[in-house]
């Protein structure tokens, strides 16, 4: 029997990189399919630089240039995202899918990422025990469709050809998006709240350099930042350095009871997670694997689905009170 083939959206040509109408491609069980002859040597490239290399030099600097170009554009973002219209907490799977969607979907909001790790991506640049493949099960195949990933089909599942692929896609995805700015190596130390009718409402973050957060106990005083937002979507994962931290923050002030992570049990695990999906206190969503440190559901170990899916189903959840948390916030 032969191996499935790897399919793409219907006007995508992975080859070449290209949009096509349907028609122009061959199409099998409604999906467009891989073909080999599609495969077209490209040398623009090279051709553009070759026999060249005995002049080549670059256009010339001042080193201050260097430092003034990256300067002024990250404070200036510091400057507009100060106020923000969602905060996500975290820059894994979850978190970048969710920003996928509500970027594409509202266009107009101001949407902050903060990511304690230099390297945003969470734990989805490789598959289960430092495997390539990533699998993720049925339906989160339709994300897949819509980012542009090929993918086998393998039925109930499909499979992505390397984790790093579908991440960097997703990611740089994200990344073009002018309404997103990703700040990373920036860790969230503590929720901006107030004090509401039914409890405490979150309206933004606090912020600090990753190494600062880390090195607290060294040196006598180091305040952090703050972002404000009426709504926050956290997406911290399960615990761990930097995992579940507004759903233990939660718990430390007292306005939520822990669960705990339950075992691997990926059939039960991927429904609670999406299911799960929710604002838990008003002005703070949680999505993935933070909501089973919140809830008490198992573990899903490698799959993906409930991933995106949940990031998918935060992005709704997202639209449906934003307007509500942004009349609150002008208070």
């Not at 073909?35 to 030099?57: H, I, R, V, Y």
């Not at 006598?220 to 759903?247: E, Q, Y």
């Amino acid at each position: 029997m032969s191996p499935p083939s790897a399919v793409y959206p219907a006007e995508f040509d992975g080859y070449t990189g290209t949009t096509k109408h349907v028609k122009d491609l061959p199409v099998q069980d409604g999906k467009v399919t891989l073909q080999a002859d599609g495969n077209k040597a490209d040398t623009k490239l090279l051709d553009g630089f070759a026999d060249k290399w005995e002049t080549f030099a670059f256009n010339p600097i001042r080193e201050s240039q260097v430092s003034r170009a990256m300067t002024r554009r990250y404070f200036k973002d510091l400057d507009v995202y100060a106020e923000s219209d969602v905060v996500i907490v975290g820059a894994g799977s979850c978190g970048l899918s969710t920003a996928y969607v509500l970027a594409k979907a509202r266009p107009d909001l101001k949407i902050a990422i903060i990511e304690a790790s230099v390297s945003p991506g969470g734990g989805c640049w490789l598959g289960g025990q430092l495997f390539s493949a990533m699998v993720l099960r049925k339906p989160a195949d339709k994300f897949l469709d819509d980012l542009g990933v090929a993918y086998e089909d393998e039925g109930n599942y499909v499979v992505v050809k390397h984790a790093s692929y579908f991440m960097g896609t997703l990611l740089s995805r994200v990344l073009e998006m002018p309404n997103v700015k990703l700040f990373n190596a920036t860790c969230v130390e503590d929720l901006v709240t107030r004090d509401g009718p039914t409890g405490v409402r979150v309206v933004g973050v606090v912020t600090n350099w990753t190494l600062v957060t880390q090195h607290h106990d060294e040196h006598s005083c180091m305040d952090p930042n703050t972002i404000n937002a009426p709504l926050v979507i956290s997406t911290t994962g399960h615990d761990g350095p930097f995992g579940a931290f507004c759903a233990k923050r939660l718990a430390s002030m007292g306005a939520i009871t822990l669960g705990g992570m339950r075992p691997l049990d990926m059939n039960t695990a991927e429904d609670a997670i999406v299911k799960g999906t929710r604002e838990v206190v008003p002005g703070l969503i949680f999505g993935g694997m933070e909501l089973s440190e919140l809830d008490g559901s198992n573990r899903m170990g490698p799959t993906f689905g409930a991933m995106v899916l949940s990031g998918v189903k935060a992005a709704e959840e997202a639209l449906k009170v934003w307007e509500q948390r942004h009349e609150e916030c002008k208070e």
